[in-house]
Every structure is written in structure tokens, then in C-alpha cells.
RNA sequence: GCGAUUGUAGCUCAGUUGGUUAGAGCGCCGGUUUGUGGUACCGGAGGUCGCGGGUUCAAACCCCGUCAAUCGCCCCA
């Protein structure tokens, strides 16, 4: 009587009919599309050590105290669920000894979760495809999985309006250079930038440069450029990217704004961004991540990967008409119900979709069965000389389910 | 963590300066009509107006609080 239903948890969603249909169809091309450029499927587990997010991520940001899903297990050990596809599958490389397969192309989707404030495209728990290129140092890995995406999108039919940022983060001397003379720079004009912003000095000076304040954008377009501290190896390997991306044919932007924030990416780093979805508008987004095998342990390893939010991705494809049923049987008189049963049985059984309408009012299920949309129906009705079957739809597909089922159309 | 907006039937929404028994469309259920037929009509079920206080003779409406949703800020692996 006075049960109250529980509440989905915030954050959550519950994606049904052509959403459903949207988000299945993303996740079916990103399988195709994968398989054209030969990366292997991956499975990962939902969650790991906490130490494998922890470490990777650096203990003291902000993502790590606040935005995990952390928890402790019965033995007392720190679990998290994951909050991204890239530590997992760098842990797996390490302790299951994929290093035997390096280079090793992988693709894997699910869900992951981040403890977040939801809004548009952006849950607690979300769903994310992903390829990684573990153990290739070659511009061309980069290149590969840039163009894969590219193709994806298009295949998607959603390339129009998406426009590619390019940027690099040098090697690590480069972007430590760079980042004492953002850091100079914009402490010259502290006072003047946003309240953020004169946070973010301190914090995460990178940030600044994709500021949304007024106040801040002034000093970000004369605010030092990468390009001034890049080593001549990193200059090198930029030139690679954008001359494969060119031999490609994937159109490309250069952001020297587009930053990481976190320490162990290097060279490339990218983002597919439409201005189709408000505030979040970044619809997949990677970038090199040398750095990040080491701070889980293991020898030195270069890596690139991206990864892209089903939910976006889904938005932008749009709501899937759901295909109608190739046929509609209707049991017009209770005393056929067993006839419909086995007829529509039969129909599924021959490879057609089917729908059976036995319900409710006897005179009103034909009209239901039509407001149903299904391509053909099969009414059976008791008439004065026994049972009829009468039919109506599109008259190939009618000749081709009664020959299937035995039953003249 | 912060801000704005919104919470009325299963869904989409009306609801006047506060005033009697809170409405419509769609959907659902039943009946009549039609009988190769997506029609039309009649009827029915379904609401503690998000929740809790307050003001008032009287609150869906005004005030306070709270919860939730949406969008944005922060953050963005």
C-alpha cells in the first residue's frame, strides 16, 4: 500500500525505444568501422583496484578525491568502478603480458561512471567506445586512429559540422617549458583575469587557455604558443601527424589552446568538437599518453587512444525509427487464439518479424493491429463457413511469408 | 560545490486577480457504428496538483524550506 518506489539514481539513465535504437546503432558501426582498421576486440573488467585510476590520474586532483565511484570490498581492499577505458586496458597490458602482441591495436565500449553534476550529454553513469594503440612510438599510430575516427563519424553521417582540433603538447621537456611561461604570463596579469581563472594559475595553468570568461580571452590570444618550445624531435613528429593526416584526407584544425591536464600525455592530443550540443561539445577525444605506462609501473611504453560518448554520439545521429514488423497477426475471435499462435509462430520461425494481436476488444484489435504499422497482416476471423483468413499489406512481401508458412496469400 | 528554470492523469500540457466537485488531447479499458475496415460517437478507469511547513474564511496558484529534473558554471581522465 504505502511502498514508495525507489527512485533511479541520479545520473542514470534508462534508454528505451528509438534512443535505444540510436545508441545500438553507434555501437554497431564503431564495431564494423573497427574491424576495417584490424583492432581487436577487448573485454575489461567494470572496476579495478582504485590504485589503478589513482596512480594514473595523480593522487591529488580533484578527479581522483571527488569524482570516483570508490568503495571497499569485504576484504577491505579500495575498489573503484571505472571512470575511463585507458588505465584498465594499461593495466591489463602489464600484468596479462600483452607486451607480447605490441604493437597491439584494441577497441572495447561499455559503461564507465564518474561522480558528476549530470546536464546535457553528461551522466554519473555514461557509455564510451575506445581504441588504443599500445606500444607504438610512430607518428603513423596516431594517424591510423585519428582516421578511424574520422571515418566513424562519417559513417555515422554526423561528420558535417564536427571539426577536428589538432594540437601538441611537445615531449615532456617541451611542455614543461611551455607551461613556466604560461604561468609567467599570466601572472603578470592575475588581477586582472577571472576569479577561476586566477585559481586555475596556481592549480592547472593549462586550463586558462580554454577559459569561457571575457576576461581571460584577452590574455589567452597573446598568451605563449607550444610551438615556441617544442625540441626539434617533437617538431618532427607534429609535422608527421598532420602530413598523414593530410595523405589521409581527414580535414584538421590547429588548436593550440587544446590542452591535457594531465602530466603523462605527450606529443598529439585531439578532439572532435560540434557545436550541436551545447555546453559539451566535445564528441571524441584523445591523444598520446606515453607517460602513463610508467606511472603504473612498468617499463616505458608509448600509447595513443581515443574514446567517444555513446550518449553524444547518439544525440547527434538522432532518434532511430524502430523498423516495423514485417507482419501483424490478428486473432480477431478468441476460438483462434491457438491458429494465431501457431501462425505467428511460424512466420518468426521463416525469418520475418512478427507481431500477434489477441488482446482486448475482438472488434478493435484489427484497427490496433493496423495502428501498428506492421508491413502485412493476417486477420483470422470465424465467419459462417468456418475460419478465414484474411490478409493486406504489401502484396510481395504477402506472397513471400504465405509461401514461407504454407498459407496462400 | 554554485546558479537559472521547471515540477498538475501513463504521456504532452491548460488551469483567469487565490474562490465551490482540478480539465483537454493522446494513450488505455468497455460499448455502439463501419465491415478489406487506421472512421465516428458514447462511456469508464486513472490525480493526496513533487514533498513539508506557513499566510488566508479559502491555496494547484502567494511565502519559506526541501527533494527531483533540465540547462549552465566549476571540473573534465
Redesign the pocket.
Known amino acids: 500500500m504505502s511502498i514508495k518506489t525507489p ?2 539514481v ?2 542514470t539513465q534508462d534508454i528505451f525505444g528509438p534512443e535505444a535504437d540510436a545508441f545500438a546503432h553507434v555501437v554497431e558501426t564503431f564495431e564494423r568501422v573497427r574491424r576495417l582498421y584490424r583492432f581487436r576486440r577487448v573485454e575489461m573488467p567494470v572496476f579495478e583496484r582504485t590504485e589503478v ?1 589513482s596512480r594514473s ?1 595523480g593522487e591529488t ?3 581522483v578525491s571527488k ?2 565511484y570508490s568503495f571497499e570490498d569485504r576484504g577491505g581492499e579500495s575498489l573503484t568502478l571505472r ?2 577505458f ?1 588505465a584498465g586496458i594499461a593495466r591489463a597490458f602489464l600484468t596479462d603480458g600483452w607486451k607480447q602482441y605490441a604493437p597491439l591495436k584494441v577497441a572495447t565500449h561499455g559503461p564507465l561512471f ?1 561522480y ?5 550529454g553528461r551522466y554519473r553513469q555514461f557509455h564510451q567506445i575506445d581504441a588504443e594503440v599500445i606500444g607504438a612510438a610512430e607518428p603513423q599510430a596516431d594517424v591510423e586512429l585519428l582516421a578511424m575516427a574520422d571515418q566513424l563519424l562519417c559513417e555515422l553521417g554526423i561528420a558535417d559540422g564536427v571539426t577536428l582540433n589538432l594540437n601538441t603538447l611537445g615531449d615532456a621537456d617541451s611542455r614543461d617549458a611551455w607551461r613556466a611561461a604560461l604561468v609567467e604570463h599570466f601572472r603578470g596579469v592575475k588581477d586582472e583575469l577571472s576569479e ?1 581563472s586566477q ?2 594559475l596556481e592549480k ?1 595553468p593549462l ?1 586558462i587557455l580554454d ?3 571575457e576576461r581571460d580571452r584577452r590574455f589567452v590570444a597573446d598568451a605563449p604558443q607550444i610551438d615556441r618550445f617544442l625540441s626539434s624531435e617533437a617538431q618532427d613528429f607534429f609535422a608527421s601527424v598532420t602530413g598523414g593526416l593530410d595523405a589521409a584526407g581527414v580535414a584538421w584544425t590547429r588548436n593550440a589552446a587544446l590542452v ?3 602530466d603523462y600525455y605527450r606529443h598529439t592530443a585531439f578532439e572532435f568538437v560540434t557545436d550541436r550540443l ?3 561539445g566535445t564528441v571524441l ?1 584523445g591523444g598520446r599518453y606515453d607517460g602513463l605506462m610508467e606511472s603504473l609501473g612498468g617499463p616505458a611504453t608509448p600509447a595513443v587512444g581515443w574514446a567517444a560518448g555513446i550518449e553524444r554520439l547518439a544525440m547527434l545521429v538522432g532518434a532511430q525509427a524502430e523498423a516495423p514488423s514485417d507482419a501483424c497477426v490478428v486473432v ?1 475471435d478468441d476460438a483462434l487464439l491457438t491458429r494465431g499462435t501457431a501462425m505467428v509462430t511460424a512466420i518468426r520461425r521463416a525469418g520475418f518479424t512478427a507481431e500477434l494481436v489477441a ?3 475482438p ?2 484489435r ?3 493491429a ?2 501498428g ?1 506492421a508491413l502485412t ?1 493476417f ?1 483470422l ?1 470465424q465467419g459462417e463457413d468456418g475460419a478465414t483468413v ?3 499489406g504489401d502484396a510481395d512481401l504477402l506472397a513471400r511469408i504465405g509461401q514461407a508458412i504454407g498459407h496462400p496469400a
Open positions: 527512485q533511479p541520479r545520473g585510476f590520474l586532483t580533484d578527479v569524482e570516483m571512470p575511463e585507458t564518474r558528476e553534476r549530470p546536464q546535457k577561476d585559481e586555475r592547472n586550463r577559459s569561457k570568461d591535457r591536464g594531465l551545447g555546453a559539451q577525444g480477431e488482446t482486448g476488444s472488434r478493435k484489427f484497427d490496433k493496423v495502428k504499422g497482416l486477420a476471423s484474411r490478409t493486406k
